[in-house]
């Protein structure tokens, strides 16, 4: 990753394509506000809690700690979270080569990210496997690419990990090491950057991708994010890091 915003996407829809081994985390504000303890949710009906939540924040603390060589970190820019910005980037362990933008597939380069995401999953040739709220419309993804697998996560990810955390790992470790070179698609708040670090441990011979709010207006059949609309400030912003 060179940390510019263009280049970095172009860069990671080669890596869908042509690696058999990628991991993309991506921790925002949200995360962020987890990471120092502060009660945080948004509009997906996930909600962490101060001083109550621990084991969660514990966990996801845990997963911005890995520094292996194709384990990439998408933290908040500069220009939109200065704050949390310089926050992440003294938590991060990854070398900057493994960093980039949290709004790496949003903002300015969503145009993009609609145009090519769907031909680079099927010009790899890889099976996908989707982790995102039990009330997602699969089937309208697998009109645009071979998805062979769902994962659900019912409720409030961050209290369905705390209460179900033991019998999610064994899951995980399943689907982590009887699949291989296989893309795994996260759109599961906060609790993907957790899922995908767990899964890495197990095999990281497959790809696990936080793609967050990207495919709502398919998966949910609405734009909940503003640069889900075109023309909005948000979807002509090119973040800068």
Request: proline share 3%.
């Amino acid at each position: 990753m060179k940390q510019l915003f263009r280049e970095d996407l172009d860069e990671l829809l080669r890596l869908i394509i042509e690696s058999d081994s990628l991991a993309l985390a991506r921790f925002a504000d949200g995360e962020a506000s987890i990471l120092k303890n502060m009660t945080v949710g948004n509009k997906d009906g996930w909600l962490y809690k101060k001083d109550k939540n621990i084991i969660f924040r514990r966990d996801l603390r845990r997963s911005l700690l890995c520094s292996d060589e194709n384990y990439i970190y998408g933290l908040s820019c500069s220009c939109c979270d200065i704050n949390n910005h310089e926050f992440l980037m003294s938590e991060v362990k990854a070398p900057i080569k493994n960093l980039t933008f949290s709004n790496i597939w949003v903002n300015s380069n969503f145009s993009i990210f609609n145009e090519h995401f769907f031909s680079a999953l099927r010009q790899s040739g890889k099976k996908i496997i989707l982790v995102s709220g039990k009330k997602a419309r699969v089937d309208g993804l697998i009109q645009h690419v071979p998805v062979i697998d769902f994962i659900p996560i019912p409720g409030n990810c961050v209290v369905y990990w705390e209460k179900y955390r033991d019998w999610i790992r064994g899951l995980l470790d399943l689907k982590a090491t009887t699949n291989r070179n296989t893309i795994f698609l996260f759109a599961a708040g906060p609790l993907s950057e957790v899922l995908i670090y767990e899964m890495w441990q197990a095999n990281p011979r497959n790809l696990y991708i936080d793609i967050g709010s990207t495919l709502d207006p398919l998966l949910f059949r609405r734009k909940s994010r503003c640069y889900h609309t075109e023309g909005h400030a948000f979807s002509q912003r090119t973040c800068i890091w």
